[in-house]
Nanobody, 115 residues
Framework: QVEIVESGGGLVQPGGSLRLSCAAS????????MAWYRQAPGKQRELVAT???????NYADFVKSRITISRDNAKSTMTLQMNSLKPEDTAVYYC?????????WGQGTQVTVNS
């Protein structure tokens, strides 16, 4: 059974940090390009960061220098370390696995940045 599960979301104050995790099962994880997306209320889902199967990261300009994406192929997991969080980072964060015509989503984890 193919499944992606995110965890690590929560409420954090502005300037704080969170570490999101994504665990995949039922796929050959090391072959997939992994990504984090987010969707704020009333807005479209947007790409936050990607990490290719070859380990090359790419970050959206609005989070560059504040986040780090990483993966552990042996454990089929991916993480997103987010620092210096801002209220505008509030959103549901989704993990995505993509390879050719296979596009797999998790259920999302809520991140709220509020004092």
């Amino acid at each position: 059974q193919v499944e992606i599960v995110e965890s690590g979301g929560g409420l954090v104050q502005p300037g704080g940090s969170l570490r999101l995790s994504c665990a995949a099962s039922g796929i050959i994880f090391r072959l997939y390009t992994m990504a984090w997306y987010r969707q704020a209320p009333g807005k479209q889902r947007e790409l936050v960061a990607t990490l290719t199967y070859g380990g090359v990261p790419n970050y959206a300009d609005f989070v560059k220098s504040r986040i780090t994406i990483s993966r552990d192929n042996a454990k089929s997991t991916m993480t997103l370390q987010m620092n210096s969080l801002k209220p505008e980072d509030t959103a549901v964060y989704y993990c995505n696995a993509q390879r050719y015509n296979s596009n797999i989503w998790g259920q999302g984890t809520q991140v709220t940045v509020n004092s």
